[in-house]
């Protein structure tokens, strides 16, 4: 698998809820450093990622642009929650048949005031 099929895998993995499919795409050891979190293992990763799924109405892919070993995605993320739609740009980097780094960027204000002091 390329890496534009590895990380669209992993995209639609995700965003429909296979997060078996979704884990099977990481290195075990991924790089993750997004606009509230960081992680270092997939594991923990992606029971986040299940946590956020659980708060979407759905995921929009506006734009792709990929490269021989990663990627960018642009896209919506519409919530049940006061913060209604976040728009994400999402950086990838692969190795070895693995998503090896992602960085998530997006403006986390609105989902801060949700959290728990």
């Known amino acids: 698998m390329n890496a534009r099929q590895l990380i669209e895998t992993y995209h639609d993995a995700w965003t429909t809820g296979d997060f078996v499919t979704a884990r099977r795409c990481l290195a ?8 509230i979190d960081t992680f270092h293992k997939a594991d923990d990763f992606v029971g986040e990622l299940k946590g ?7 995921v929009k892919l506006l734009k792709s642009f990929f490269d ?16 209604g ?3 994400a740009a999402e950086f990838f980097s692969t190795s ?16 801060r005031k949700l959290m728990p002091s």
């Open 28 to 35: 075990d050891d991924v790089d993750f450093k997004g606009s």
């Open 68 to 83: 021989q070993d990663g990627a960018a995605l642009l896209y919506d993320c519409d919530t049940v929650t006061p913060a």
């Open 52 to 58: 956020f799924h659980s708060m979407l109405r759905g």
């Open 96 to 111: 070895n048949g693995k998503i090896s780094e992602i960085r998530l960027v997006f403006d986390a204000s609105e989902l």
């Open 85 to 87: 739609v976040i728009r």
